[in-house]
C-alpha cells in the first residue's frame, strides 16, 4: 500500500510540474521572466516521470500500473486548476503601487497636470491626472491601461495628441487608489469617473473618448455601454477573459468556470452605439487578433479595425498605432 501511494506521489508531482512548464510556457507571452520557470519545471517533471514509470515497471499487476497513472493525472490536473482559482486575482490583476518618488517625479515632468482624488463606485476614491489639452474646450480622452499597469506610466500618451485633454486614473487597488480590484469595481468606476469629469466641467458630455489598452479595452467597452461617448479607442481589444483569452493563456485549466472575474466583453458589446477603433498587433501571443475579431463582430457601433506588424507591447510604440489614432479621433469631430 506505501509503496503504490509513493507511485502515486511521484507521478502525481511529474505531471503538476509538467503542467506548470506549459502553463509557464504560455504565461511567459506576459512575463519573460517566467520563460525560466519553464525550463525548471520542465527538468523537474521529467526527472519525477522517469523515477515514477520506473517504479510503475516494478508494479506487478498492469490494471493496477494504468489505475495508478490515470489517479496521478487527474489529481495534477485537479491541483493545477485549485492553483489558478486560487491565485487568479494576482494573475488578472497584478496592482501596482506610486512611490512618492514618481509622484513627485510626475509635478516635474507634466507641470499642467492636475492632480486628482475623485470619488469612485462603493465610496472608493480614485487617484488620477487630468492634463488639459491644447485647444479651447478640448475633448477629453479617459485612458483605461492594461493589468499590472500603474497609471502614471501612461503620462506621455497624452504628447501623442496634445490637441485633446486626457484623464489618467489608477483603478481601485493601484497606486493611491483605495478598495480592491474587481470587475465590477472596475466597470462601476469608469461610469462614476465619467459622470464626475462631465459634471466638473472637464469636458462636455459629446466630446468625451475612451481608450483603453488589454484589460482596460474591456473597462472603455463598458462604459460605452453605459454612456454616450464620441468614440473608442481600444489597443489589442479582447472578447472575454475567463473562457477567453486566460483559456489561451492557461489552456489546460477550465478558466470558464473557474475565474470569478469573466470580463464577457461580448455580451453587452451589442449595446454600444459609438464607433471604435481597435488596433491589433498580428505578432500578439498575449491576446491574438482574433479575440479582436470576435469582439468587434459583436460591436453594436461603427468599427474599423487596423492590423500592425506589432506585438502585444510594441503597438503601444509605433508611429503607425498614433497615425491611425489622431486619424480616427478627428474624424469624429
Same mark, same amino acid.
Given at each position: 500500500m506505501l509503496k503504490r501511494a509513493a507511485i502515486v506521489l511521484t507521478l502525481f508531482l511529474a505531471f503538476f510540474s509538467l503542467l506548470l512548464a506549459n502553463t509557464s510556457r504560455h504565461l511567459s507571452a506576459l512575463s519573460r521572466s517566467l520563460s525560466g520557470l519553464y525550463v525548471r519545471f520542465l527538468a523537474i517533471g521529467a526527472v519525477l516521470l522517469l523515477c515514477g514509470f520506473f517504479f510503475l515497471w516494478r508494479e506487478n499487476s498492469r490494471k493496477g500500473r494504468l489505475g495508478l497513472v490515470g489517479l496521478a493525472l487527474v489529481a495534477a490536473w485537479l491541483g493545477l486548476n485549485v492553483l489558478v482559482f486560487v491565485y487568479q486575482d494576482q494573475l488578472l490583476f497584478s496592482p501596482r503601487s506610486l512611490s512618492e518618488a514618481r509622484r513627485a517625479r510626475v509635478a516635474v515632468e507634466y507641470p499642467l497636470a492636475e492632480e486628482l482624488y475623485v470619488p469612485g463606485a462603493d465610496g472608493n476614491v480614485l487617484h488620477g491626472w487630468v492634463i488639459p489639452g491644447e485647444v479651447e474646450k478640448a475633448p477629453l480622452i479617459l485612458v483605461f491601461p492594461g493589468q499590472g499597469s500603474e497609471v502614471s506610466r501612461y503620462l506621455d500618451l497624452s504628447r501623442q495628441v496634445p490637441e485633446f485633454s486626457w484623464a489618467f486614473f489608477n483603478y481601485r487597488g493601484y497606486g493611491l487608489s483605495e478598495g480592491i480590484p474587481s470587475e465590477r469595481?472596475?466597470?462601476? /468606476?469608469?461610469?462614476?469617473?465619467? +459622470?464626475?469629469? #462631465?459634471?466638473?466641467?472637464?469636458? /462636455?458630455?459629446?466630446? #468625451?473618448?475612451?481608450?483603453? %489598452? @488589454?484589460? %482596460?479595452?474591456?473597462?472603455? @467597452?463598458?462604459?460605452? @455601454?453605459? $454612456?454616450?461617448? $464620441?468614440? #473608442? #479607442?481600444?489597443?489589442?481589444?479582447? +472578447?472575454? *477573459?475567463?473562457? %477567453?483569452?486566460?483559456? /489561451?493563456? *492557461?489552456p489546460l485549466a477550465a478558466t470558464g468556470p473557474l475565474l470569478r472575474n469573466k470580463f464577457h466583453v461580448s455580451q453587452f458589446a451589442p449595446q454600444i452605439q459609438a464607433p471604435v477603433l481597435a488596433l491589433v498587433g498580428n505578432s500578439d501571443l498575449v491576446i491574438g487578433p482574433v479575440r479582436s475579431e470576435k469582439l468587434l463582430a459583436n460591436w453594436g457601433g461603427e468599427t474599423v479595425i487596423h492590423r500592425l506588424e506589432a506585438d502585444h507591447y510594441t503597438i503601444y510604440q509605433l508611429d503607425e498605432s498614433w497615425q491611425a489614432v489622431r486619424s480616427f479621433l478627428f474624424d469624429l469631430l
Open positions: 469595481g472596475l466597470f462601476t /468606476d469608469a461610469v462614476a469617473l465619467y +459622470d464626475w469629469l #462631465v459634471a466638473e466641467g472637464y469636458a /462636455d458630455p459629446g466630446k #468625451v473618448f475612451a481608450l483603453g %489598452g @488589454s484589460l %482596460g479595452t474591456g473597462v472603455a @467597452s463598458y462604459l460605452a @455601454s453605459q $454612456r454616450p461617448l $464620441r468614440g #473608442v #479607442v481600444l489597443f489589442s481589444p479582447y +472578447d472575454k *477573459i475567463g473562457g %477567453g483569452v486566460a483559456q /489561451d493563456l *492557461i
